[in-house]
């Protein structure tokens, strides 16, 4: 593919549509800039930028759900890309084999998970997206809607009250305490990050920037 085809003057980020070679069904709808199509072309597995963790990303990177591209078609606006793949696994984080399975009228699946990807994502990664999936349901039955609902004030108190009952249970000495007043507080900073659409990878990302380096000079790179 030739990429000066694309036009990267409207963005630096080209929407891609995912389609299954064998089946044809749309498997997911992503971004790619131009190192990552760069990879995709060399490689012939799919590869994104991720505007919530604002990273390069190889499809398949946690759960081996690798996508192996057979075409590439830019539509006529040379502005989209279709890939034609074949997937390995499933393409979507929740187990199911497609992100496109809510029906907008009625606001239920139409689809159910094929596999479990608890363990695959990691709890942290699962919570997170379940949150965010919160974010339209009814606030009367979930509490993490109600929560969303709310908006900062409320979301932070229950943040600074989390912090304070495990200050608490630290300062008692109660493993037990400590271990559940702390899960309280990893939900509700997770609550307080969705509502934001701050994915932890990005948290995870600041850690490891920080990873090495002095605690007094992490200190003084933010001061300067």
Not at 10 to 36: G, H
Not at 96 to 109: H, L, M, P, Q, V
């Amino acid at each position: 593919m030739n990429l000066d085809l694309i036009d990267w003057q409207k963005s630096e980020l080209l929407p891609v549509i995912v389609q299954d070679s064998t089946t044809l069904e749309v498997l997911m709808m992503a971004y790619m800039n131009r190192e990552a199509l760069e990879l995709s072309l060399s490689t012939r597995i799919a590869h994104y930028y991720s505007r919530s963790k604002k990273r390069l990303w190889k499809k398949g990177e946690s759960s081996g759900h690798l996508q192996h591209i057979e075409q590439f078609l830019l539509d006529c606006d040379n502005d989209t890309l279709l890939l034609i793949v074949r997937q390995e696994g499933v393409a979507c984080h929740t187990g199911r084999k497609s992100c496109f399975f809510t029906n907008i009228e009625s606001g239920e699946a139409i689809s159910r998970p094929l596999i479990d990807t608890a363990a695959t994502y990691g709890i942290i990664d699962e919570l997170y997206h379940t949150i965010l999936s919160r974010k339209n349901a009814d606030p009367s039955t979930s509490w993490t809607a109600k929560l969303l609902s709310k908006g900062d004030n409320t979301i932070l108190k229950k943040v600074v009250e989390e912090a304070g009952e495990f200050s608490f249970a630290i300062k008692d000495g109660n493993e037990d305490e400590i271990i559940y007043e702390c899960a309280d507080l990893v939900y509700h900073v997770l609550v307080a990050l969705g509502h934001k659409n701050i994915s932890p990878d990005r948290i995870k990302q600041e850690l490891a920037r920080r990873f090495g380096m002095s605690g007094i000079a992490e200190k003084n790179s933010r001061e300067q």
